[in-house]
Structure formats: C-alpha cells, structure tokens
C-alpha cells in the first residue's frame, strides 16, 4: 500500500514502505544500473563513484545548547543551519522528481527501553535492502503503530550538493541536525554513510542517559560470559566475534547499558574481501537471498563472485540480517561483559598476540584507539603507517572521547570486566619482513580468554609498553607470546618498539588535559 510523504513536502505518484527483499530485488533489476543476482542468491549492487565514507564531507549543525555537547574539530565539522536547510530542500527538490521512493521505518537498539524509531527516504531499491537489514525490522503491529520517528534520513545521493554552498568542500554532503532530528545525504550512493548516521545519532543520545556507545562487536558463551571486540576496520572485529561456538549479540555498534549491553543493529556488514569459506564459513553461508553485495566483481554468465578481485575497491562489503548467522542470539540483548578485548593490527611487529590491561592501561589505550595500516605504493614508501582513532572509532564521535572513556571506566570499575589488548597484525618483523599473525593463533588467544587459560598463565611486564604479557596460551608457542623473540634482529625490534612507542606519546598529547595522572601514565615509558 502506498505510503504519504507529505509531512516533508513530499508528493511523489509512489512511496514503497517496507517492502519485502523479493519486492526490492525485482525493483533493483529492473531500474538500477549494475545490479544482479549472485550465484547464491545475494543482491549485487554498485554504489557509483563513492565505494566508502566520506568522512571529510560530514558536517554537524551547531545551533542551540547542543552545540556545547558536540567535540568539533575535524571529525565534528560544524555547518551552519542555513546551509543545512538549502541542502535539504535541495534533496527534497530532487526526491520530488521520482515517480516512486522507498521507505524503510525501522528501530535502531535492540533495548525498547532505549531504541529509537528511524525512517529511511530514498530513490534506491538497493539502499532500502541495505536498511531492511541494518535496522531493527518492525513485526507488522509495530510497523501499524510506528508513528512520527524519532530521526529522519533523506537520502538523496544520487544527486550533488552545490558546491558553492557555504560550509560545501565537494560535491559530497552528509549533514546531521540534531535539533530537527535530520539527516541529508548528496553525492553520495555509498550504503553505509546511512549506516554510520543512525551509529552517530545513537552516540550522540546515548551518552546524555549515561549509557555508552560503542564501536565494537559482541558474543556470547555457553556459561552467559559475555565478550565485546572494539576494533578498526581490518583488526578482526566481524570475524572474531563470529565463532561457532560462541551466540553472537552483533557485529559492529552496540550500548553498555546500566542492565546490560545491546546490539544497535538489525544486521551485519562484514568486509567481503578475501572472503572464503574456509577462514569466515559463518559469513560466507549469511551470503544469500535478502544479503546485499556492494562493489564486487563477478563473472557476468555464472553470476559465481570473485571476492579476490579489489579492481572496483578494497572496501567490497556484504550487508545481511543478523538472523542469517546460524548462532546469533535473538533478541540481540546480553549481561554485563567478562571480557573487553582491545583489537589492533600493528603493522610494526612490536606488540604482543595478546597483553593484560589494567584498568589505567586499559583507558589510555581505549583513548588512543590504536592500528595501523600497510604503507601504500608510492615510491621510496616501504614502511608501516600508525593510525589513531580515539574510542577505535573517532569517525562517528560526538562527543569529546574523555566522556566515552569515563562512562567505559564506570562500566569496568562496577562489573569488574577484564581488558585484553589483541594483537592481530604483523610478528616476526614489520609489514615487509615478518608475516601476518595466523588467526588460527589469534582464535586460540580469544578462546584462551574465554576459557580463563590466559587468566591464569603467568606473565611478564613489556618494559616499555608496561602491560603484562602471557607466557603461555593452549594452541600457540610460547616464543609467539613474546614478540622480541620472533625477530631475527633483537636490536631491530627494540628500535622499532622505540619508535612505535614515540608515536603513542605523540598522538596522546592531545588527550592529557582531560586525562588522570594515572591513565597519563599508563602508555609506554621512553
């Protein structure tokens, strides 16, 4: 049944409300260029120019006391409202040209007490699946009484911003007004800018309830022991959190509530590079009729994927509902975690597999948010690049990530959950010289975690890093454990160690004024 859209001065001869994934396949197919149907039953899409965020391109509106609420710099871009308002009746000029639009009215936090109701407008079939996914889907009495949402998100991105529009940098805009609960996405088709808007409203409300926002996956043992997995993109986080024998809560935004933590999300959206069924079997079989696979390349008669092929973009992404991973616990709710595991791909070789925090140790490196990423293919360019994200996810922020970190340590102090930092990057040298990190090793080091082996194996102090360091875990030799003694160099290794250890100091400089003495002096000691 058709849906008005007239409250947003919208009239259009079509609005298509929560259509079923058979609905949105054959509208896709029929009317949007580079679509397809894999092998196995996935919707290909291609998400035109944009194959990621565009970060740069984010701005925030500062109005009202909000505005004080807000860390602006250049992850917090501020505009003013006026430019919003041509931007969004530029999207609403544009969505108006359409004979048809689709809807998608969905919940974001598995929590009732704390979800908000989310309403998607958009011009692609293809993004309506993406968000028939991601979001919480409405059973049909909810969708009945859904009402007003609490946020809106015109996507209109097919269509680009004027640049010379005042705060415009491109042709790109993804501008967010927290007092008019708004969103307006231009020049842009890439699926996930939605995605991340609804995580950056949710990291907004949720720490005015005092209820933290995380960037981070989350499972869950046999015995109720819950773990959660912050992570930058390519440290594990999807792929850890994934494990056969573990009930999966979700993979990627989450709260930690005062009851408990939840999945904001309806969906995953795993990094489909590489993918085999060999190493992620759990994501490989969710890649199936309703998923969506954005940018891949496949052969154009069996329609089989080539998830090796990176000639469209490293960034080759599969959305799917979370129900699609055979052990995902439903509703996506849990306890207090046992465990909080800190990922990172240290591209350098220094740190260890795995490293126990305390809980100083543990704030300074949830501050630092700490990758880093293989150096690219410029000439004379051969060493790895350290990559800081405050909270392992500064993009989506808003506010300064002092009060993640205190909400973080109230949640450690009350329940008394373990910090591990996971090392799944490079050992016995840097990138260039040692290898990755097997993940045959790194599931062993998860599973010694959950198992309590780790816990109770002894330990040495890292003397520069100043972490405590396992010397045992079943399932991976001891030397491993002990980064120095992968190297062939000793002396190499602790020149790098020096380095790497320079440049945390560095990048935490910007964090002193709001940190404590002791989180101050819980990073390395030169």
């Known amino acids: 049944m058709d849906f008005s859209l007239?409250?947003?001065?919208?009239?259009?001869?079509?609005?298509?409300?929560?259509?079923?994934?058979?609905?949105?396949?054959?509208?896709?197919?029929?009317?949007?260029?580079?679509?397809?149907?894999?092998?196995?039953?996935?919707?290909?899409?291609?998400?035109?120019?944009?194959?990621g965020r565009s970060p740069s391109d984010k701005r925030i509106v500062s109005e009202g006391e909000r505005s004080d609420d807000v860390w602006w710099g250049p992850v917090n871009i501020p505009l003013e409202e006026q430019a919003f308002l041509i931007n969004r009746e530029r999207a609403i000029d544009y969505l108006n040209t359409k004979d048809r639009l689709y809807v998608i009215d969905g919940f974001a936090g598995w929590d009732p007490t704390h979800q908000i109701r989310v309403r998607i407008i958009t011009t692609r079939a293809y993004h309506a699946l993406f968000m028939h996914n991601m979001l919480i889907r409405p059973t049909a009495e909810q969708l009945a009484d859904f009402g007003e949402p609490d946020y809106v998100i015109f996507n209109a991105g097919e269509f680009s911003a004027n640049r010379h529009t005042t705060g415009m940098t491109s042709k790109t805009s993804v501008g967010l007004h927290f007092g008019r609960r708004e969103m307006v996405i231009l020049g842009t088709q890439y699926a996930g800018e939605m995605k991340k808007g609804v995580f950056t409203i949710m990291h907004y409300l949720m720490p005015r309830k005092d209820i933290l926002s995380m960037h981070c996956s989350a499972n869950q043992g046999d015995d109720g022991a819950v773990s959660i997995f912050f992570g930058l993109s390519g440290t594990g986080k999807t792929t850890l959190s994934a494990d056969p024998n573990r009930a999966l809560i979700g993979d990627d935004e989450h709260c930690w509530s005062d009851d408990g933590v939840f999945n904001i999300e309806g969906g995953c959206y795993a990094k489909a590079i590489h993918l085999s069924p060999e190493e992620e079997p759990e994501i490989y079989n969710a890649i199936r009729f309703g998923s969506v696979l954005e940018n891949v390349v496949y052969d154009h008669t069996a329609r089989a994927v080539d998830f090796d092929d990176d000639s469209i973009t490293q960034n080759t992404r599969c959305s799917y509902p979370i129900h699609y991973i055979p052990n995902a616990k439903i509703?996506?709710?849990?306890?207090?975690?046992?465990?909080?595991?800190?990922?990172?791909?240290?591209?350098?070789?220094?740190?260890?597999?795995?490293?126990?925090?305390?809980?100083?140790?543990?704030?300074?490196?949830?501050?630092?948010?700490?990758?880093?990423?293989?150096?690219?293919?410029?000439?004379?360019?051969?060493?790895?690049?350290?990559?800081?994200?405050?909270?392992?996810?500064?993009?989506?922020?808003?506010?300064?990530?002092?009060?993640?970190?205190?909400?973080?340590?109230?949640?450690?102090?009350?329940?008394?959950?373990?910090?591990?930092?996971?090392?799944?990057?490079?050992?016995?040298?840097?990138?260039?010289?040692?290898?990755?990190?097997?993940i045959a090793h790194t599931r062993a080091i998860i599973d010694g975690i959950h198992s309590g082996a780790l816990a109770e194996s002894a330990t040495v102090e890292d003397p520069l890093f100043g972490f405590q360091v396992p010397t045992s875990c079943p399932g991976v030799p001891d030397e491993v454990l002990q980064p120095k003694l992968t190297w062939d160099d000793g002396a190499a290794y602790d020149t790098t160690a020096r380095k790497l250890a320079g440049l945390f100091q560095e990048n935490f400089r910007q964090f002193e004024e709001g940190a404590s003495d002791a989180i101050r002096s819980a990073g390395p000691r030169l």
């Not at 007239?6 to 197919?29: C, F, K, T």
């Not at 543990?362 to 405050?390: C, D, L, N, Q, R």
Request: with cysteine; glycine share 12%.
């Open 6 to 51: 007239q409250q947003y001065d919208i009239q259009v001869n079509s609005v298509v409300r929560n259509a079923p994934p058979g609905v949105l396949y054959e509208h896709g197919l029929r009317r949007e260029a580079g679509t397809a149907i894999s092998d196995t039953g996935a919707l290909i899409a291609m998400s035109g120019e944009k194959t």
């Open 331 to 438: 509703p996506c709710v849990s306890g207090h975690p046992n465990h909080v595991i800190l990922l990172t791909c240290d591209a350098f070789g220094v740190l260890p597999p795995v490293s126990k925090l305390t809980p100083d140790q543990a704030m300074y490196h949830f501050i630092s948010g700490y990758t880093a990423k293989v150096a690219g293919t410029e000439m004379g360019v051969t060493e790895p690049e350290a990559t800081f994200s405050a909270c392992f996810g500064a993009p989506f922020l808003v506010w300064h990530p002092a009060r993640y970190a205190e909400l973080l340590a109230a949640k450690l102090t009350a329940h008394g959950a373990q910090t591990w930092l996971v090392n799944t990057g490079w050992t016995g040298g840097p990138y260039g010289v040692g290898q990755r990190m097997s």
